[in-house]
């Protein structure tokens, strides 16, 4: 069992450039898509996708692996008071890139994180991405709903765990979460958290061995 660094192309910077001009989880990607190629995840659930930097990088490891998963962007597609209220034009351009280059793979849920859960199976989702309102009254209200979502040995990304300004509280919730399971973590790009609250295999081990030079590798 190999971790491999991919270096990948992402086709959507072509289709669509504002998505990597505009979002701070960019510097994640080449992690987020070497994690996806690696754990293979048979769905995978986006809370907040916004442009779509994020959600379409995991749509393009599903692409590139050949692999039969789907991938679930939940968003109002409205915008919140952290990242501005914004017009359809955003979403017209999240639809446009999934109809074009991830159709059979991009499952686009248009309603709030909480009309969602009733979409989804209780323990079916793999990777859950919590990046919508970066309250800690939010992020801890959407981590302790989605949780029952999340399958045996799932993972959970937090994004901007190292914010902490701005009234953003997801560094409070990360400070406790990792307390009680095991995890790693990235400062970089205003932080990326990655948990396992539902155990361990040898695939996650082998992350977790890996931490000190995922350091060196993707933050450098
Ligand atoms: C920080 S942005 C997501 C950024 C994106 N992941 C990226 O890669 O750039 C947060 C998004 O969450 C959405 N959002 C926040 N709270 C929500 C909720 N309760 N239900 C649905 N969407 C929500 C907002 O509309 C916004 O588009």
Not at 35 to 48: A, D, N, S, W
Not at 66 to 82: I, L, M, N, P, S
Not at 95 to 110: M, S
Request: hydrophobic share 40%; glycine share 8%; aromatic share 14%.
């Amino acid at each position: 069992m190999r971790w491999k660094y991919y270096h990948t192309k992402f086709h959507y910077d072509a289709c669509n450039p504002s998505i990597k001009a505009t979002s701070a989880w960019i510097g994640h990607r080449p992690f987020a898509y070497d994690l996806v190629r690696f754990l293979k995840p048979q769905t995978i659930v986006e809370l907040g996708t916004h442009w779509g930097a994020s959600f379409f990088c995991f749509c393009q490891a599903v692409s590139n692996a050949g692999t039969q998963a789907t991938c679930f962007a939940v968003d109002t597609w409205r915008g919140d008071a952290h990242s501005g209220e914004y017009g359809e034009e955003i979403y017209n351009g999240v639809v446009e890139v999934a109809n074009r280059l991830y159709p059979d793979i991009a499952i686009l849920i248009r309603n709030t994180f909480d009309h969602a859960l009733d979409l989804i199976e209780d323990g079916s989702v793999h990777l859950l991405h919590i990046d919508g309102f970066h309250t800690l009254e939010a992020v801890t209200y959407d981590f302790q709903s989605w949780l029952p979502k999340l399958a045996e040995h799932g993972v959970v990304l937090f994004h901007d765990i190292a914010v902490k300004e701005h009234g953003f509280g997801v560094y409070q919730l990360w400070e406790e979460l990792k307390k009680h399971h095991p995890s790693l973590e990235f400062q970089h790009s205003s932080g990326l958290g990655v948990l396992f609250p539902k155990g361990t295999n040898k695939s996650i081990n082998k992350i977790l061995s890996l931490k000190e030079e995922f350091q060196a590798i993707y933050t450098g």
